[in-house]
């Protein structure tokens, strides 16, 4: 018995379905920014996984750009969470509304 | 029988790390159960023989990642519960289930129809640090240039995001200073 490819992409998917649950549950913008990293490291996982199980490296080079990606998003979005904290005094999601409707 | 027993391990501990992050309510929790499942997915990169990226999981979503999150967080006020407004949790749940189970299956049925062959084969008699490096710095010199303009601009983009109305230290002024200061700010809002 060993671990096999579809092991690793079934973990994959039940994280990636944590983070997806988080990202339709939450209404807190900090929350929704914790569920989109959960789901960015689920598809690392799949990356590495098939990078090691077909022996190439290109899935690994693509969880390493996914990384950095990750990392610019988070300076950048709580850069502009910290301006609208500063506005509106909240960061619930429902404060973004502007248009009744 | 090791790599088994690790791998159904980290697999529990990095699955109800996230759990935590998404049903908690106390934002603290979230954080730091999220930074720990971090870390328990780095076991993983070490497990499949990419050690360089699991020191870069380390290091940039423990390190940067979480760190940035825990100084965001003193802007909020993360003592207060977060307040959920969901009116039909297992239509949600139900939802989730469907909509990310398709997603993967429409990116995951290629991979598996298609006989993939190797474009950059790993060498194992090098290691992964400098196999990796050799791929990165031949084929992928552009992208990788490209990630470091995006980090460049990304950091610039949020010291001044942030970083406004920073160049007041309260701690340097004097208490009347401080409530001038208050003042000027609420008549700057009052205006808005």
New interface residues.
């Given amino acids: ?3 096999t490819l579809n ?3 079934v ?12 990202a ?5 913008l ?2 929704l ?3 989109t ?2 789901m960015l ?1 689920a598809v ?3 990356f ?5 199980f ?5 899935g ?2 693509f ?3 996914i ?10 979005g ?6 609208w ?2 506005k509106h005094n909240t ?2 999601l ?1 404060s973004l509304q502007s248009m009744k409707g | 029988m090791f790599e088994v027993v690790a791998f159904y391990l980290f697999a529990f501990l990095t699955i109800a790390m996230f759990s935590i992050t998404v049903m908690t309510k106390n934002a603290l929790y979230a954080l730091s159960s999220l930074a720990a499942g971090m870390i328990f997915i780095s076991a993983f990169f070490f497990l499949l023989g990419a050690e360089f990226l699991g020191a870069v999981q380390i290091v940039v979503y423990t390190g940067a990642v979480a760190a940035l999150y825990a100084f965001g967080m003193m802007f909020f006020d993360s003592i207060n519960d977060v307040k959920e407004s969901v009116k039909n949790p297992r239509l949600t749940f139900v939802l989730t289930g469907i909509i990310s189970l398709i997603v993967v299956f429409i990116f995951v049925a290629p991979v598996i129809g298609a006989n993939a062959t190797a474009y950059y084969p790993s060498h194992p008699e090098y290691g992964n640090v400098q196999d990796i490096g050799l791929v990165l710095f031949t084929k992928y010199l552009v992208p990788f240039e490209v990630a470091a303009v995006m980090l460049l601009v990304a950091m610039i983009g949020g010291i001044i995001l942030a970083g406004k109305k920073m160049d007041i230290s309260t701690t340097l002024l004097e208490e009347e200073e401080i409530d001038n200061c208050k003042e000027d700010i609420q008549i700057v809002k009052d205006v808005k």
């Fill in positions: 018995m060993s671990i092991d690793y992409l973990l994959s998917t039940i994280i990636f379905m944590i983070g997806m649950y988080g339709m549950r939450r209404t807190n900090l929350m920014f914790f569920s990293e959960i490291n690392n996982i799949g590495a996984a098939i990078s090691k077909h022996g190439d490296l290109t690994q080079m969880a390493f750009f990384i950095a990606i990750a990392a610019s998003e988070v300076a950048v709580l850069g502009l969470l910290i301006l904290f500063k960061i619930d429902s």
